[in-house]
């Protein structure tokens, strides 16, 4: 049982922002699909490079999965009294363990929904024109997308140990 003490953590301007911002994303990720379903091919590729083939109604994966991760993110950032800290909690650094924690999440949301963006895009331009890679440059932007939040977070926990 972890024995980190509950506080309320009333949401700051920046925490807000970061909030709606992810909302935002997960909302733009719905309306692009919707948008772009209607001048899918009937048959789109499934991931990656186009070797496979699914209809396109297969398109709305992204936006479901990553709906569900969004929530299930958002229901475990309610109780940041219960993750798991590298560093010991004490009175002196626990709010700002704790807020550096949900904003860990909240900048996680955006980035799983960006990169589900992203990739719901590319397999619409890939169904239209016919291509069949995504390309090295996609893997790094996407790499990049879910490491950048990571090393931030886990070195800014490592700074407020004090």
Do not use: H
């Not at 009937?42 to 396109?56: E, M």
């Not at 479901?64 to 929530?71: D, E, N, Y």
Request: one cysteine or more; glycine letters at 4%.
């Amino acid at each position: 049982m972890n024995q980190n003490p509950k506080i309320e953590l009333p949401l700051t301007r920046n925490e807000k922002i970061l909030e709606t911002l992810g909302y935002l994303t997960l909302a733009a990720l719905w309306l692009s699909v919707i948008i772009n379903y209607f001048d899918l091919p009937d048959q789109i590729p499934s991931v990656g490079k186009a070797d496979q083939y699914r209809g396109r109604n297969s398109i709305f994966i992204f936006p479901i999965i990553c709906t569900f991760l969004f929530l299930l993110v958002s229901l475990r950032g309610k109780n940041p009294e219960d993750f798991f800290y590298k560093v010991k909690i004490t009175e002196e650094n626990r709010e700002a363990l704790y807020r550096n924690q949900l904003n860990f999440i909240r900048v996680s949301k955006i980035m799983v929904s960006s990169l589900f963006l992203l990739i719901s895009l590319k397999t619409t331009q890939l169904s239209k024109s016919g291509s069949e890679e995504l390309g090295i440059g996609f893997l790094l932007l996407c790499t990049t997308i879910i490491l950048l939040p990571v090393g931030y977070f886990t070195y800014k926990s490592y700074k407020l140990k004090q």
